[in-house]
Structures are given as C-alpha cells and as structure tokens.
RNA sequence: CGGGGAGUAGCUCAGCUUGGUAGAGCACCUGCUUUGGGAGCAGGGGGCCGCAGGUUCAAAUCCUGUCUCCCCGACCA
C-alpha cells in the first residue's frame, strides 16, 4: 500500500478525549474515530488489526472443533423472556420495538439465540459434542464506557458456546477451549495470565478469565512468583506477599492486567429454562450442558498497545501488525531512492508482505515519526547508504539496525512466517 | 444514576473575569528553498464560538434551559 493513498489520518497531538494510552495512539495513529461515546469507526488501519486477531482466533477455533455461524445482531424479547434476562439485564440491555410495537434487543451475548437454534436442531446425544462459534458486533449500553475500543458499547466480539451431554462432556470442551484460548493470545503474541474468575452475570459455576498484563491494566491479579498460580485479586481474598496456596514455594504478588477473554462453565442454567434438551441412549430427555468462551476481539488490541508502546507510539508484535514493515525512502525526490523503493516493494508484495511504503513528498523526520506512531514492526529505510548498496532494517521494538543489500530483505528473519511459500 | 470537568477551525488551545461582532500553533492549499528524526520563507482557504431562548443599542463573553463529550464510582469481552 502506498502511503499517498491510503486513508490513516494521524494527529500530532493527543485528542483531549483520550486518557489511555491505546486510545490515545488509535486516535493519533489514524486506527479509529469516534462516532459517540463507546462507537467506533475502525479505519483501514484498525479494521487490519481486527482482521489480524480474528483469523487466529477462526484458526485456533476451527481446529478446536467448533465450527462458524453468524447469529443475528437484533433478536426477540420472547427469547430473552424465557431465560428471565428480559428482566434481570437492566439497562443495559438495549431494547427497541419493531413497527409492530413487537419487543426486540440489540444481542449483548447469544448463549437465548445459541440456545434456541441447537435445540429446534439437534435432538440426540449422537449428534454431541458441538460447538459453535461467530465473530459479531454486540452491543451493551454501559453505564459508563471508556478508554476507547476497551470499554466501549458496540464492540466486536467471539463467542462460542458449547453443547454436552453431561459434565464430564463440558469439562473436555472447555479444556479444548482453554487450550485453544492459549494459543490465540500466544499468537497474537501478547503475555498473558489465566485466573480463576467471578461468573457474574452470565452465570453458570467455574469461569476463567485471560488476562493481558500491563500496568495500565484496570483489574488486579494476585500470582505466584514461582508456579502458574493466579487469580483475580477480589475473587481471591489473599493478601500478597504470602506464600502461594498452590505450590507454597511462591510468593504472592499483584500484577495489573486486562481482560480480554472469558470462558465459562455454563452447565444448564440456560437449556433448563429454555428446555434445550436431547434424547440420550435411553430415549430419555436431557438438557444440553452448556460452556460459553468470549473474547473480545478489539479490547484484544488495545491491551496489545497498552503492552506494548513506548513515547514513540505503538509497537506492534509482527503477529498482529497491520502492516509487516514501513518502507521509507527517505528523499523522495532521489530517484534511485525511489526506484529502489519501487522495486523492493512489488518484490516483498510479490512474495505476501504486507508493506506500507511511505512515497509522500515529506522530510525523513516526519516519516519516521509517523511510522513509529502507527508502531509497525520493521523499517526498511532507503537513504544515505544506498550509495554503498545498502538499506537499513530498523526493529521497532529493540531499536536495532541492520544494514543489508535490498536482495537481502526477503531473507530477514522475522519476516520468514509471512512469506508466501513458492512450490519448487 | 451520584460526584467532578469540558464544549471556540481537522487537532491542541487562547479569548470569557471587565459585552463592542474571533485568534495562535499544528494540519490543509499555492509557489520557492530544504530533504536521516515532526523544516524555512511568502501567499491563501477554513469557524452561524454545541444548541435553544433571554437580557442588551450590541453576546463567544452575562442569565436560563437543553444536548453532547471526558474523568471518579457500581458493570463487563
């Protein structure tokens, strides 16, 4: 993509509305706008990032063996009516009548849609486990949003909901979900810790939470210094600086962290009151027993900034980056500057890169500037060693410089997972 | 919803106390110079001062109402 034509309005200030730093560097990065308070437009540089996150999420879900549907955004009040939700959600929920004076909500959550779909369409226990998973927008009218894509209102969401026979059934899928939700946040490359959490409103018996560590995180998390042991700090009533329950070689201490995932065993609290129930050998009826796994899709990102940034702005792991690598020429008006730039960026493109190069008509300063800001992680710049052959691989990250023939480029290490494999 | 703060150009803000008809920096457009870390000079465009009403000869400024946004609390992916 050539930065002459590519929509990403970066700002030079920090909008006064933002107060965290990952909404601060989506806003100045071009990532997001606002529309209202917690609605977001995502720019092509942000929808790039969702995208990114969302296919290792679709990866890792359809390799656990749960399989995509897309359930609809406005659903029914008799839905909600028969779990009891209608009432007990509050105002939260937002509510809206069709032009039949006919009840309707916007779907903060689908396990009434989920629900109702396996049970009009599966009836025995030979058609179990299932598991099904969608990549929506939801929608919660929070008391409070905030923090931009962290808190907000509408926001996009993957929820997957699985169907057992029985506990030991929903134990095996929500170990495969655990699994699974390992992997996704190892993918995306952030640092991360599993707790033991509060069900809260959606109920249900044990839950965990995936949380992303950064000190700007808004909940706390007691953990072992030596062994995995961790759980949210309100949940665990234990004062640090003790040794671990778990392995009480530890000691306990208390780190910041944001919620990004959430996986939940439901058991019947929903197939009971909406009678989803199947046939099991004996021809006897039984109610589904239930698991359901959210993450939100682009909370996942600004926690991925509040890891991971400097003064400079973002720095995005490679994994999730929306481009793999910034190529700045650093004269545009040198020619073999912007030859070479020519070159290198249909060869790298050629070979399934993902190059931003930055051809505008202005200084190196501004330039590096503007591409630290957007926190891709590689540049490959084209100046003053040029003459001797030679560009310069800047990492984003360490600082680090290396200079390298531009035939060399292809060869970088970190680009070698994103290179397309040509058949011999 | 309770408490606090703010709405003036695309962004950051000044002007408001003491009413006299709107400014700066950045961004944007044109030209010239410059080209390795947010350049310089010259010229230019852009704002019914959140909205509605009131006071006044006159309102960004004073008064009333209203909407929106942000922060702290309860909620959550």
């Known amino acids: ?71 609809p955004a406005v659903q029914p009040a008799e839905l909600w009516k028969q779990t009891g939700r209608w009432d007990v959600y509050g105002k939260e929920l937002l509510r809206m009548k069709d032009r039949h004076e006919r009840d309707f909500c916007l779907g903060p959550t689908h396990e009434e849609v989920i629900t109702d779909l396996v049970r009009n369409n599966v ?70 810790r599993v707790v033991n959490a509060d069900p809260g409103a959606i109920g249900g018996g044990f839950s965990q939470e995936f949380m992303v560590t950064a000190q700007t995180g808004e909940d706390e998390i007691v953990h072992c210094s030596h062994c995995s042991f961790a ?82 702005g973002i720095i995005w792991p490679m994994q999730i980056a929306p481009f793999h690598a910034a190529l700045v020429p650093v004269n545009s008006s040198d020619p073999i500057q912007s030859d070479t730039a020519k070159v290198l960026y249909e060869e790298l493109t050629a070979l399934g890169l993902e190059v931003l190069w930055d051809d505008r008509d202005e200084r190196a300063g501004v330039k590096f500037k503007d591409m630290d800001l957007l926190g891709l992680p590689v540049k490959i710049i084209l100046g003053k060693t040029l003459s001797e052959g030679k560009v310069e691989v800047s990492v984003r990250s360490s600082g680090e410089k290396i200079l390298m023939s531009p035939s060399e480029v292809k060869h970088f290490k970190p680009f070698d997972p994103y290179l397309r494999k040509r058949t011999v």
Request: charged share 30%.
């Open 123 to 192: 009836s025995s226990y030979k058609d179990l486990p299932l598991m099904l998973y969608q990549i929506q927008t939801k929608f919660r009218d929070e008391i409070r949003p905030r923090f931009g894509l962290m808190r907000g209102r509408e926001f996009i969401m993957k929820d997957c909901y699985s169907f057992d026979r029985d506990p030991e059934g929903l134990r095996i899928s929500y170990e495969k979900m655990e699994a699974a939700y390992r992997r996704i946040f190892d993918s995306c490359g952030l640092r991360y």
């Open 231 to 312: 759980a949210s700090k309100e949940l665990s009533k234990i004062e640090t600086d003790n040794s671990c329950p778990k392995c009480s070689e530890g000691v306990l201490k208390v780190e910041r962290g944001i919620e990004v995932g959430h996986i939940f065993q439901l058991g019947q609290k929903y197939s009971s009151s909406m009678n989803a129930e199947f046939l099991d050998e004996t021809g006897a009826r039984r109610p589904y027993v239930m698991g359901c796994y959210g993450i939100g899709v682009g909370r996942t990102a600004a926690a991925a900034i509040e890891q991971n940034h400097d003064q400079n």
């Open 1 to 71: 993509m050539k930065m002459t034509s590519f929509f990403a309005p970066t700002l030079r200030d920090d909008p006064s509305e933002a107060e965290v730093i990952s909404h601060k560097l989506m806003l100045r990065g071009g990532y997001i706008r606002k529309l209202a308070a917690g609605i977001y437009s995502y720019l092509p540089l942000g929808w790039r990032v969702i995208k990114k996150i969302e296919e290792i999420i679709r990866k890792e879900m359809n390799e656990a063996g749960a399989q995509e549907v897309l359930l």
